[in-house]
């Protein structure tokens, strides 16, 4: 698989990556351990997690499949949120334990014991911040990952606030510039065909910054899945999950039907048009993708060995809206 380099740092990563937010959630540990074993198979060497997801156990679990692989991988893992203690009822539950999140020096320096504790190293590739925490100055947050990566704790730094924006990541470079701080190497952002926003600003910043992007949600909430044609929503799936997210369904119910042609048209699957849409951009380093099976830890490798052209690219931004017209 095609292995692309994060901003200068010599970190080399699969095109496509592993999402391993489901583990220990949705996924219990036999499961979460296949799918890490499967991806490292095909040749995805990338894993992006967070500290927060189960209080800890994705991180746990992920250490436990690598077992004496972890020097064959690249770890991100995140900080910040507020917990995320389990399911009741099937909806998600969170700590509101204040003291176990935010982006301040005390909590960052304890975070990342804890992380690699859980992870079982004694480095981190990718730290990420995971929250915009308004009530800590943005330089103690930098001041403190900048001490990490000179420690040897951590190898390069990345922006994963779920509502960061292209200025709040703008200030945090011009802060780490200003005071000789490790600059953040990677942005992720919640980036797909049916979800364009981040072309309106993030990705123009991110040129800027010379960084790479890491789209989550490759398949906008499972819509790009091919699960859905004709609007039914499986029992089990994402979309009967979250409730919440039916409401878009009818919205993109068109285009997706469009893109399966294209799909189809080209003797791939829908899921897989997404992901080589994506990493076909030079601005990706890798794609997030999450994966419930070993099956589909695969097809999400294939994907990154399809190259679109630029006649397969045009016709997709024909079939799909373009930014802010989707379902973000």
Same mark, same amino acid.
């Given at each position: @698989?095609?292995? +692309?380099?994060?901003?200068?740092?010599?970190?080399? #990563?699969?095109?496509?990556?592993?999402?391993?937010?489901?583990?220990?959630?949705?996924?219990?540990?036999?499961?979460?351990?296949?799918?890490?074993?499967?991806?490292?198979?095909?040749?995805?060497?990338?894993?992006? @997690?967070?500290?927060?997801?189960?209080?800890?156990?994705?991180?746990?679990?992920?250490?436990?499949?690598?077992?004496? +692989?972890?020097? /064959?991988?690249?770890?991100?893992?995140?900080?910040?949120?507020?917990?995320?203690?389990?399911?009741?009822?099937?909806?998600?539950?969170?700590?509101?334990?204040?003291?176990?999140?935010?982006?301040?020096?005390?909590?960052?320096?304890?975070?990342?014991?804890?992380?690699?504790?859980?992870?079982?190293?004694?480095?981190?590739?990718?730290?990420?911040?995971?929250?915009?925490? +308004?009530?800590?100055?943005?330089?103690?947050?930098?001041?403190?990952?900048?001490?990490?990566?000179?420690?040897?704790?951590?190898?390069?730094?990345?922006? #994963?606030?779920?509502?960061?924006?292209?200025? /709040?990541?703008?200030?945090?470079?011009?802060?780490?510039?200003?005071?000789?701080?490790?600059?953040?190497?990677?942005?992720?952002?919640?980036?797909?065909?049916?979800?364009?926003?981040?072309?309106?600003?993030?990705?123009?910043?991110?040129?800027?910054?010379?960084?790479?992007?890491?789209?989550?949600?490759?398949?906008?909430?499972?819509?790009?899945?091919?699960?859905?044609?004709?609007?039914?929503?499986?029992?089990?799936?994402?979309?009967?999950? @979250?409730?919440?997210?039916?409401?878009?369904?009818?919205?993109?119910?068109?285009?997706?039907?469009?893109?399966?042609?294209?799909?189809?048209?080209?003797?791939?699957?829908?899921?897989?048009?997404?992901?080589?849409?994506?990493?076909?951009?030079?601005?990706?380093?890798?794609?997030?993708?999450?994966?419930?099976?070993?099956?589909?830890?695969?097809?999400?490798?294939?994907?990154?060995?399809?190259?679109?052209?630029?006649?397969?690219?045009?016709?997709?931004?024909?079939?799909?809206?373009?930014?802010?017209?989707?379902?973000?």
């Amino acid at each position: @698989m095609e292995m +692309r380099e994060f901003g200068g740092t010599g970190i080399r #990563a699969s095109v496509v990556g592993l999402g391993c937010n489901n583990f220990g959630i949705y996924q219990d540990a036999a499961q979460a351990i296949a799918v890490v074993h499967k991806a490292l198979d095909v040749g995805i060497n990338f894993l992006d @997690m967070a500290a927060e997801h189960g209080a800890g156990l994705e991180e746990s679990l992920v250490a436990e499949a690598l077992g004496p +692989r972890r020097k /064959d991988v690249i770890i991100a893992t995140k900080f910040g949120q507020a917990e995320l203690l389990g399911l009741k009822n099937g909806d998600t539950v969170f700590s509101e334990d204040k003291a176990r999140q935010g982006a301040s020096r005390r909590w960052i320096m304890q975070a990342v014991e804890e992380s690699l504790m859980r992870l079982k190293t004694d480095y981190i590739d990718l730290y990420q911040v995971h929250v915009i925490d +308004r009530e800590t100055p943005r330089e103690e947050t930098l001041r403190a990952l900048d001490d990490l990566v000179r420690q040897g704790k951590v190898r390069a730094l990345g922006e #994963a606030a779920t509502f960061a924006t292209a200025d /709040d990541l703008n200030a945090s470079q011009a802060i780490a510039a200003a005071h000789g701080l490790r600059p953040f190497a990677t942005m992720e952002a919640n980036y797909s065909i049916l979800v364009r926003d981040a072309e309106k600003a993030i990705i123009p910043a991110l040129r800027d910054h010379k960084m790479c992007l890491l789209p989550y949600f490759p398949l906008a909430s499972g819509l790009l899945s091919g699960k859905y044609l004709g609007g039914a929503i499986p029992m089990g799936s994402r979309l009967q999950r @979250m409730p919440f997210i039916k409401t878009f369904l009818p919205k993109n119910l068109q285009a997706i039907e469009r893109l399966q042609a294209l799909a189809d048209a080209r003797g791939i699957k829908l899921a897989q048009l997404a992901v080589a849409w994506l990493a076909g951009n030079p601005i990706v380093g890798s794609v997030i993708a999450g994966a419930t099976s070993a099956e589909q830890v695969a097809q999400n490798a294939a994907a990154g060995d399809i190259k679109l052209s630029a006649a397969d690219r045009a016709e997709i931004e024909v079939s799909a809206p373009g930014p802010g017209d989707g379902l973000a």
